[in-house]
């Protein structure tokens, strides 16, 4: 099981020197505006918060202490305005991303007491002498702005902390490919040395005796518990036999118990070298739905790109899942989704049948196969692909997931989509830069939580 972990930061508060001289009771009162952001920001993250700084020395000894702690990132608040030149050089000095709040205490201004509001509402202008100060200096930092009770506003702050977050985790994440990659797709084939550069990533392999040799060791006991929920959570076809079930559920069990015990976050495999290969009893269609639902990254064929592109959805917008786009339907404007039989069936939007996949690309035992229509709803397409010259390239496009009735005579998870653009156009527009055939599938407008973490690891970002 992959966890969701909660973004850790350092809350740093600024305020000008010379405020604690001329009136120091405003550091007291402002005291109130660090609590409120603080508790705000408690909601989705682990805060350390420091006294309110003044002078520069202070704030080297905060973002020092936040670098010891090995935080996510320095969220920036000016409790009243407070010069540029305390904090610049320290936050220009980490690698520790820095996301600026520009918010302050008064949603509304009280216009019978301006005096009172002027003087606690005036970290704007902090905002803007740190930022352009920060600009010159060449420090990457992000800017949230708006109050700090508002919805929009800690959506906006949860989406860049939680890209912070997932940015550390990948510098030490693994993907994990069992038999190769599918001979002659090059969409996905990059530099490992590349990837590693861009996210910090390693891709390693799992080989096919190591699974079998996993799967040995699996209880029976774990395999009959697992057909018994089987029996409960789907509706089983009578055609998939009891011994078709218990080898994929074994399977499964080998298969997730490998990518816990290597520490892989993401996941793929070659179902024509695994059918073929003589080595596993069946291929592990449902260790790959079943690994999604448990919060990992998957794609198919070998891509281990894209399957870092499913967790990656999974981190910042879950669930997510693994799909392709299959087929056009100019008529009415949109595509069937598919793949070989593996899917989240957290995004079915009805019973998830458990089906006999007739397999045709090997002489393996049959596998089982989770078969759903993805939910009608507003989603998010994800793409992670090879950029042109090099690194890697982001592509999001918003669709609408149409109502779909589930086709059980395909043997695999199906759905329907809508882009926004006109089909051709879109469809144009996905290939001409550069997307490959292997997808994320997420739901609501998640295109912005995905061009943050673009932004924080320096790849490439398109929307279409």
Not at 311 to 322: M, N, T, W, Y
Request: proline share 5%.
């Amino acid at each position: 099981m992959i966890e969701r972990r909660n973004p850790r930061v350092g809350l740093l508060p600024l305020i000008l020197e010379l405020y604690d001289q001329s009136m120091p009771e405003l550091r007291h009162k402002q005291g109130e505006l660090v609590s409120g952001v603080s508790e705000a920001l408690s909601t989705f993250a682990e805060v350390q918060g420091v006294d309110i700084c003044a002078r520069e020395e202070q704030v080297r000894s905060a973002v020092a202490g936040f670098e010891s702690a090995a935080l996510d990132a320095v969220v920036v608040l000016f409790a009243a305005y407070a010069p540029s030149l305390i904090a610049a050089d320290a936050l220009a000095g980490t690698e520790l991303p820095v996301v600026i709040f520009n918010t302050q205490v008064s949603y509304e201004l009280d216009r019978s007491n301006l005096p009172e509001e002027l003087l606690r509402n005036h970290g704007m202008h902090g905002v803007q002498d740190l930022a352009n100060v920060l600009l010159r200096k060449g420090k990457d930092h992000h800017i949230v702005t708006g109050h700090f009770s508002r919805e929009e506003t800690l959506g906006e702050m949860e989406d860049w902390l939680r890209a912070c977050a997932l940015k550390r985790y990948l510098r030490s994440a693994k993907a994990g490919v069992i038999g190769g990659s599918f001979e002659g797709m090059g969409d996905f084939q990059f530099d490992p040395d590349e990837l590693q550069a861009a996210f910090g990533t390693r891709v390693e392999e799992i080989t096919q005796e190591e699974v079998a040799a996993a799967m040995e060791a699996v209880p029976s006991s774990t395999v009959e518990e697992a057909i018994a929920q089987d029996r409960e959570a789907f509706a089983v076809d009578p055609q998939l036999s009891d011994e078709e079930l218990r080898l994929s559920e074994a399977l499964s069990a080998a298969v997730l118990s490998k990518l816990e015990s290597g520490g892989y976050c993401a996941w793929s495999m070659n179902f024509l070298e695994l059918g073929t290969g003589g080595i596993l009893p069946t291929v592990p269609f449902l260790a790959a739905s079943r690994s999604m639902e448990q919060g990992y990254g998957y794609a198919g064929e070998g891509d281990a790109l894209s399957a870092l592109g499913v967790f990656i959805a999974q981190q910042l917008c879950p669930p997510a899942s693994f799909t392709e786009m299959f087929c056009m339907d100019e008529k009415n404007g949109g595509v069937l989704l598919s793949h070989m039989g593996e899917a989240n069936p957290a995004l079915a939007g009805g019973e998830v049948h458990l089906v006999r996949n007739d397999f045709a690309f090997g002489d393996c035992s049959d596998p089982a196969v989770p078969v759903f229509a993805f939910r009608p709803g507003e989603a998010t397409l994800l793409n992670l692909a090879p950029a042109p010259g090099g690194g890697f390239r982001f592509i999001a496009a918003r669709v609408k997931m149409q109502p779909w009735e589930v086709n059980l005579s395909l043997q695999c998870p199906q759905g329907y989509m809508r882009p926004e653009k006109e089909l051709s156009e879109f469809l144009t527009a996905y290939s001409t830069c550069g997307g490959s055939h292997h997808l994320a599938l997420t739901y609501g407008d998640n295109a912005g939580k995905i061009a943050k973490l673009a932004a924080l690891c320096g790849v490439e970002y398109v929307r279409i």
